[in-house]
């Protein structure tokens, strides 16, 4: 019997990081939901360049990677259902993609925290760095991206 349902989802929650640090179906699903929740019109290829960003490079495997796609896009689509939303996919020129129906374009968490960015933003920096060289805009942006995938992964805890 499936009495899942019945726990606090805080515990549910937990079960979830669990079994999203234990197996890499899992990790990609919960990948692709929470970047569909956050945003839409999204194409296969650019929702995988944003998982592999997440897990890692070939995490839909090598060979039948299309496959595991489309069965991890099935069960995001369940899961979407379950929770009132439509998952659809839009062959549109101007937005094509992976949306959920009636739902805006982002999120409004990631308007606000795209608005807390652009609020931060300093207009001195920015004249600072419209004057360095495409290498040292380049060195900046691996050294973040570095770091990012370090801190993601625990690295230096």
């Known amino acids: 019997m499936d009495t899942i349902h019945q726990l606090p989802p805080s515990a549910a929650q937990a079960l979830l990081l669990d079994a999203r640090?234990?197996?890499?179906?899992?990790?990609?699903?919960?990948?692709?939901?929470?970047?569909?929740?956050?945003?839409?019109?999204?194409?296969?290829q650019q929702l995988i360049n944003r998982v592999e960003m997440i897990l890692g490079k070939a995490c839909f495997g090598k060979k039948?990677?299309?496959?595991?796609?489309?069965?991890?896009?099935?069960?995001?689509?369940?899961a979407f259902s379950k929770a009132g939303f439509?998952?659809?996919?839009?062959?549109?020129?101007?937005?094509?993609?992976?949306?959920?129906?009636?739902?805006?374009?982002?999120?409004?968490?990631?308007i606000k925290s795209i608005a807390g960015a652009l609020g931060e933003l300093d207009p001195r920096q920015i004249e600072i760095?419209?004057?360095?060289?495409?290498?040292?805009?380049?060195y900046q942006a691996s050294s973040i991206i570095d770091l990012g995938k370090r801190v993601s992964a625990g690295v230096g805890k």
């Open 64 to 78: 039948a990677w299309k496959d595991a796609f489309y069965r991890d896009m099935r069960l995001v689509k369940t």
């Open 129 to 138: 760095y419209r004057h360095i060289s495409p290498a040292q805009k380049f």
């Open 21 to 44: 640090q234990r197996d890499l179906v899992t990790a990609r699903r919960a990948a692709l939901l929470n970047i569909l929740w956050q945003e839409r019109y999204l194409t296969r």
């Open 86 to 110: 439509q998952l659809k996919y839009s062959r549109d020129t101007q937005s094509a993609g992976y949306y959920l129906a009636g739902e805006p374009i982002l999120h409004p968490n990631l």
